[in-house]
């Protein structure tokens, strides 16, 4: 992270969950917490429904489901758009079996404000790509959620996102490293605009490329901290997972 861009006193916690270090960061005013995650050696998973086929929902669900297995959530968080119903609005991949196809075209809301993008976990890595880039490499996604819009793309923020825009909501995300080993998540933790957010990646977490995952909606999980934010059922979650004392 570039310290040099993050204002006077930005950190003003940290905190090492051994599997993930999260911090409080403060840029042009307004508040985030952000989760750093190496992706190149922590498991990396996504969660949406439990082995009989039920929706999951909320971090306290993934947990149970993990207990199991001698697992649990070092951090997690909500990870792309979903219907009514929680389906994914766009291409999801869990444990390598397809659930949705990639949705190219544009569409109204958030998510048709194109470009889009999927974020996508693989062996030892984890890469956001835009859409139709996605398309065109067709990489081995062991997990991966579609979600919209990009913030950063290539290092240049989203076209379409305006400084002086008056849309702000909690909002959360996801950027990657170049080289796929660092995976960045941030939620707001003040409303902000998409102009904003997406600055906060590209000047500050220094992420080629980043996509947006929600707004309004954004919740967190982080064990070290005891944050576990609470709410309506989710669609799908990305998480951490680390082994159970």
């Known amino acids: ?3 040099a861009l993050v204002t006077l006193g930005a950190v003003l916690w940290a905190a090492q969950a051994g599997a993930v270090s999260c911090e409080k960061v403060t840029h042009d005013a307004k ?30 669900s993934v ?7 001698g697992k649990r959530l070092a951090f ?28 190219a075209n544009p569409g109204p809301g958030n998510f048709g404000l194109l470009p889009n993008g999927v ?12 859409t ?13 959620t579609q979600s919209g819009p990009m913030l950063v793309i290539n290092g240049e923020l989203h076209p379409r996102f305006l400084p002086d825009s008056t849309s702000v909501f909690v909002r959360n995300g996801v950027g990657t490293s170049a080289d796929g080993t660092r995976a960045v998540f941030v939620i707001s933790d003040d409303y902000v605009t998409f102009h904003e957010f997406g600055s906060l990646f590209r000047d500050v977490l220094e992420t080629p490329n980043a996509l947006f995952f929600d707004g309004n909606i954004s919740r967190m999980y982080e064990r070290a901290s005891n944050r576990s934010d609470v709410g309506f059922s989710l669609g799908p979650i990305v998480g951490v997972v680390e082994d159970a004392p």
Do not use: K
């Open 132 to 144: 139709l880039d996605f398309v065109d490499q067709s990489p081995d996604c062991q997990f991966a």
């Open 76 to 103: 997690a968080m909500n990870a792309g758009m979903y219907h009514d119903d929680r389906s994914p609005v766009g291409h999801y991949v869990e444990n390598g079996q397809e659930q949705m196809r990639v949705i």
């Open 31 to 60: 508040r985030y917490t952000v989760c750093e995650v190496d992706a190149a050696n922590q498991d990396l998973r996504l969660f949406l429904n439990d082995d009989n086929g039920d929706l999951l929902g909320h971090f306290s």
């Open 1 to 3: 992270m570039n310290r």
């Open 119 to 130: 974020f996508c976990i693989r062996e030892g890595r984890a890469d956001v790509f835009e």
């Open 63 to 69: 947990n149970d489901a993990l207990a199991s297995d």
